[in-house]
């Protein structure tokens, strides 16, 4: 009898110790200050950039490429005599696909079609001189954004303290759990939400560290003046063109990230985590008891 | 006549006619003239970064024969129009008269011979255009520097205006303009010959800009008169050049 009862209390109290919401302070002023910004910044470099790509819709490699150079990848909009309809193509290397509809060739509000490798409505219709303008500000804007939040994460220890996987996350059993994690769509709860599990941090480091000094470089590869001054970077790069190409691929790759991210922060909870984007605090929730 | 407002049809309508408002508002927002000081701000910034890298004056990337690209394309004008350019081609330039002059000690007028003669340079380098192409191009030319030096500057001169034969409007030439940061590079020459021949017409002949710091516009081709000024707002809209006055950034070192 006492011991049951003493088993009950025991069971009860570990059950509100579970259940017991917490809320920490999870983003500092800096990180979220730089996120938002980064997210406008991002925006209006894809916006322009793609305006940018639809002025000459081929990417070759090497030094030199213009029309009648072989491309590695490239959207063109024709006029398909056959159908008598106009048509998108999409290359990849020698690998063709009819992207009519989506790419080349996009149809308008009243079904007309309308050429252009990408659709008006991801470039904002920017013509060439709009488009070089606002994606050079936005770049500066994004490099003075990056330089303050990469600093930051240096000397206040963010990318250390958050950023850099535990030695216990970084075994193999662990790796695998947080994937099959990952593929379960299962949160971590309690004391495992409070810090970033192992594929994020992965995923943060490889675009903090890889993706956007890749993105920046083969940025300036493409600027004569900048090249002038650092010759290095067409060896870096293998040529402006194959910088251009390597741009655009970094370009998607970090859409890629970002339309990860919203998925993620969807299915974790997004007025938890948009909240902590905003004011810095985050609710953990209890552990499964179950 | 029946019509029948379905629900969806509404929803559908409704969507198309959000969607486009929203584009057109974004299509405003971009073009915005309230933006503009901001996009200049952009472009200053950008002009001051890059004179700073390049205070050392550094020269631009040479690449060697068997880099030159099987092809170059022509853009922009590829034959000027009119009777007067038809006949200079004609009498192979040998009735054409290149000048400097402008704020100048002492204005000069050349012929095409008289200007081979003078010291040359030959250099293999990369063209870019703001489109996205590239092509590699042996160019030999006179360095501005030289025409610059034997003219001699008054103190005044600021900018460097390329006048051009290509009749781009019914009251406009084509027409570039640099500043004497760049005027005075080593690989900032007047061309008159390409890839080992003379230079085609499609690439500007008799004469045309190497600038090689800068973006395919500011190349200009057809030069036939370079002048020195203290402002650029006296010339066609203001912004010292065809492509600039028609919102293309002047300094277009990227």
């Not at chain 1, 990180?31 to 002025?55: D, E, K, Q």
């Not at chain 1, 599990?197 to 675009?207: E, G, P, R, T």
Request: with cysteine; glycine share 8%; charged share 20%.
């Amino acid at each position: 009898m006492a011991l049951s009862e003493q088993t009950a209390r025991i069971a009860t109290e570990a059950r509100t110790a579970s259940s017991r919401r917490e809320v920490i302070y999870r983003h500092s002023l800096a990180v979220r200050l730089t996120h938002w910004i980064n997210l406008l910044c991002l925006t209006l470099l894809l916006m322009s950039g793609l305006a940018l790509f639809n002025v000459h819709p081929q990417l070759y490699w090497g030094h030199y490429g213009y029309p009648g150079v072989p491309t590695v990848f490239s959207i063109t909009g024709r006029y398909n005599p056959e159908t008598a309809q106009p048509e998108g193509i999409t290359r990849i290397g020698d690998y063709t696909l009819d992207t009519t509809g989506i790419l080349g060739v996009t149809y308008d509000s009243d079904g007309r079609p309308r050429p252009g490798a990408f659709p008006q409505w991801a470039t904002a219709g920017m013509d060439l001189a709009l488009a070089r303008d606002w994606h050079f500000l936005m770049a500066w804007m994004f490099v003075i954004n990056g330089t303050i939040y990469f600093l930051f994460g240096l000397l206040s220890g963010h990318f250390w303290r958050d950023l850099a996987p535990r030695s216990d996350q970084l075994r193999p059993r662990h790796i695998v759990a947080d994937i099959w994690n990952h593929l379960r769509l299962r949160r971590p709860r309690g004391e495992e939400a409070k810090r970033y599990n192992v594929l994020q941090k992965v995923a943060y480091l490889a675009v903090i560290f890889i993706l956007l000094p890749a993105i920046l470089a083969s940025g300036l590869t493409m600027s004569p003046a900048a090249t002038s001054a650092f010759p290095f970077l067409f060896d870096l790069f293998a040529g402006r063109q194959s910088a251009r190409t390597i741009h655009f691929i970094c370009a998607n790759l970090l859409l890629l990230f970002v339309l990860v991210h919203v998925v993620q922060v969807l299915l974790s909870g997004a007025f938890n985590l948009l909240r902590s984007m905003i004011t810095g605090r985050y609710v953990i929730k209890p552990e499964r008891t179950s | 006549m029946s019509r029948i407002i379905t629900r969806r049809k509404l929803l559908r309508a409704g969507a198309a006619t959000a969607g486009t408002t929203l584009l057109a508002g974004c299509d405003r927002f971009f073009e915005s003239s309230s933006m503009r000081p901001l996009l200049d701000f952009g472009q200053l910034l950008s002009l001051k970064a890059h004179r700073l890298l390049l205070a050392g004056q550094p020269l631009v990337r040479e690449y060697s024969l068997d880099d030159i690209s099987p092809d170059f394309p022509s853009n922009g004008t590829a034959m000027p129009e009119g009777f007067e350019y038809f006949q200079l081609i004609a009498n192979n330039f040998e009735n054409w008269r290149f000048k400097v002059d402008g704020l100048v000690r002492n204005p000069l007028s050349f012929s095409l011979d008289e200007i081979k003669q003078m010291p040359s340079r030959t250099q293999i380098t990369q063209h870019s255009c703001d489109e996205g192409w590239t092509a590699i191009g042996q160019w030999t030319g006179v360095p501005l520097a030289h025409l610059l030096n034997i003219a001699e500057l008054q103190p005044e001169a600021r900018y460097i205006v390329f006048h051009c034969l290509d009749q781009m409007t019914d009251s406009e030439f084509y027409y570039e303009s640099i500043d004497l940061f760049d005027a005075f590079h080593p690989q900032t020459i007047l061309a008159y010959g390409m890839n080992g021949g003379g230079l085609p017409v499609r690439h500007g002949a008799p004469l045309r800009l190497r600038v090689e710091r800068q973006i395919g516009y500011k190349n200009a081709k057809y030069v036939t008169r370079v002048e020195a000024v203290d402002r650029l707002n006296m010339l066609g809209s203001g912004k010292g050049g065809y492509w600039p006055d028609r919102g293309y950034q002047w300094y277009a070192g990227l």
